[in-house]
């Protein structure tokens, strides 16, 4: 029975996907001739495991939080890279200037407006914080940071709040838990999240974890992969996390005990059966031609999921020698997939470490590799951060057309500042439209870290960033050398079955948390201000109000219309759910007053709403207690 049920919700969620599939498009045969890579990757049998466990269900075990905690990073950039930074960083410090300008006016119209907004994941021992999110079509966000698990609806109310340790509750995961990623599969309506285990060959693990429904809440299943994925004494680290229409990928940097890199793999992996409970297969890539370091996996920038296979992108920065890869995973591990190759000559550098106001220490900005990516209508478009001028980093935006094969590419930033730990997502209104959101982290002498946002056009052209959240203060935890960790990488993702376009975005700023000057995490909602871009949705004008509120057995709402009109009165869930058609009839011009029982409500916060001729006219807040 129990295998029933599982081929059951299997086929629902394949039909689910089955709605929303789209094709790749392929590289074409000259840019295949001029642009190819040399490849002979080697991929491994099929491995089933049959070891489900279901996530910790019990919110009332007690929470440890343990963390153990180094001062240096675990590992170092290579000794060469490392040079240059430190060159780049004393060479910005001796070059400061005062009064830098900051942005200039954009050159399109208008600017990313910040909408509903408020604190997130705080500092709780491990940093950076390796801020990521995923937002639901039924709006429920699931945000991590190191360490910590956190749910949320859409007007900020916390759901669900743990550390990693207690939502396993899982005696074989009793190493450090760290490096979340979460991505919401629009396909078949779930979420995916990939958490580390452990910082050697024989203690690290990939823990796959599957959300059960479109709840989070509801519990997730999580399967737990050797990170020794090539049985050679290695570590998996830094995970990247894609999906396609019928598999999820996980990328990761391996590392030998002793530290030292040794090559990036990739994870194919069967979705409907993680999404059951059932038995998971995958295989893994490895032997990946001029070893990439950190291969991102672009999914589907919009509703709905694309393949077989994935296309995944990577950079390689040697001075003079700096490259764009592309590689095309063909197929899905039940067919007969391969891993294509191409590169693109770019010019890439590394900038100095970033400055920030009240202290000496720096921020480490790392090397240059891809954070973020997405694919849409032919075209992968992802972000890094990479010197700009004068040893300052900059947001290099990319987009790579499959076919024919090219890049085109825009290095955002002003001098005085670093802008660092880019993440993109699609905020275009059509399939065709390339428009998109980046968010990042910037940090400089006169300000403390911060977050930010910026719009590009279909065409290319950006606005001014928007402040999502300013510092409160500088950061100087688990500094050495004068050095303290900045961030990986940012999170953001569209809201697929939003209109007019809308994003949600997760990151860092500069606050005093647990006795530490450290970076704590902030969450905002993104919309547009301006015309030739569909706006924000519209708040509803100031003629309603309900009382008492709280109240203690009915509510009244007072509304107002400028004519006679049919309306539908309904509760609405924080998660932007229905929850109850309360009255659907006609109501008259001018006042009128509406009451119903609170008592066949749970207690929470819920949205009492109007709509008359497809139109809000009432939107207001109520507390049931």
């Not at 509120?549 to 609405?572: G, H, Q, R, T, W």
Request: proline share 4%.
């Amino acid at each position: 029975m129990k295998k029933m049920k599982y081929l059951l919700l299997s086929l629902v969620l394949l039909a689910t996907a089955a709605q929303a599939q789209y094709q790749k498009v392929k590289v074409d045969a000259e840019s295949a001739k001029t642009h190819r890579v040399d490849m002979s990757p080697k991929k491994s049998d099929i491995v089933t495991i049959k070891d489900v466990r279901q996530s910790n269900l019990n919110k009332n075990i007690p929470d440890w939080n343990q963390n153990l905690v180094g001062f240096a990073k675990i590992h170092e950039l290579p000794e060469n890279v490392q040079r240059e930074i430190d060159r780049k960083t004393q060479q910005k410090i001796k070059n400061l200037k005062t009064g830098y300008p900051d942005e200039s006016a954009g050159t399109v119209l208008g600017n990313p407006i910040l909408g509903t907004n408020f604190a997130a994941n705080v500092f709780s021992g491990l940093t950076p914080p390796d801020n990521n999110m995923a937002i639901s079509d039924g709006g429920y966000i699931v945000s991590v940071v190191n360490s910590t698990l956190e749910y949320y609806d859409m007007y900020g109310t916390q759901l669900y709040s743990s550390s990693f340790s207690s939502f396993f509750n899982d005696p074989d995961l009793s190493g450090m838990l760290y490096d979340p990623v979460v991505l919401y599969d629009s396909g078949s309506d779930r979420f995916f999240m990939v958490i580390l285990h452990g910082t050697t060959s024989a203690t690290s693990k990939v823990v796959c974890c599957f959300s059960q429904t479109n709840n989070p809440n509801d519990g997730w299943w999580y399967y737990k992969l050797t990170g020794n994925v090539l049985s050679d004494g290695s570590w998996f680290d830094y995970p990247k996390i894609g999906v396609s229409n019928h598999e999820v990928y996980v990328t990761g940097n391996l590392f030998h005990d002793d530290d030292t890199y040794n090559q990036s793999v990739l994870l194919q992996m069967t979705k409907a059966p993680g999404y059951v409970g059932g038995s998971l297969s995958y295989l893994y890539w490895s032997g990946i031609t001029n070893s990439p370091f950190t291969m991102v996996p672009a999914s589907y920038g919009l509703a709905g999921n694309y393949g077989p296979g994935i296309y995944l992108v990577s950079t390689y920065e040697n001075g003079a020698s700096s490259k764009i890869y592309l590689f095309d995973l063909t197929d899905d591990m039940t067919g007969s997939p391969t891993i294509n190759g191409y590169s693109v000559d770019v010019t890439i550098t590394t900038a100095g470490n970033a400055l920030q106001s009240g202290t000496s220490v720096v921020l480490n900005t790392d090397d240059t590799r891809v954070m973020d990516a997405f694919y849409l209508n032919g075209i992968v478009q992802f972000v890094f951060h990479s010197e700009r001028s004068n040893n300052y980093n900059g947001i290099n935006y990319n987009r790579l057309t499959v076919s024919p094969l090219s890049n085109w590419n825009i290095n955002f930033g002003v001098d005085g500042m670093d802008y660092c730990y880019p993440s993109i997502a699609a905020f275009g209104s059509s399939y065709s439209d390339k428009s998109a959101l980046v968010t990042f982290s910037r940090s400089g002498s006169t300000i403390f870290p911060e977050t930010r946002v910026v719009y590009f056009d279909d065409s290319g052209a950006n606005s001014s960033s928007t402040l999502v959240k300013a510092g409160e203060t500088y950061v100087d935890v688990y500094q050495g050398g004068g050095v303290t960790r900045w961030g990986d990488y940012t999170g953001i993702a569209t809201k697929t079955n939003s209109s007019p376009p809308e994003v949600w975005l997760s990151g860092s700023y500069g606050a005093a948390q647990a006795g530490e000057n450290a970076l704590n995490s902030w969450i905002g909602q993104i919309t547009w201000e301006t015309t030739g871009v569909p706006g924000p949705v519209k708040q509803p004008a100031a003629n309603a109000k309900v009382y008492p509120n709280p109240a203690y057995d009915m509510f009244s709402l007072e509304f107002s219309l400028d004519k006679s009109a049919m309306v539908e009165i309904s509760v609405i869930d924080g998660a932007g759910r229905m929850v109850k058609l309360l009255m659907k009839d006609k109501a008259n011009e001018g006042k009128n007053l509406f009451s119903f029982n609170k008592g066949a409500l749970a207690n929470g916060i819920y949205f009492l709403q109007v709509v008359s001729e497809k139109k809000i006219v009432a939107n207001e807040k109520i507390v049931i207690e």
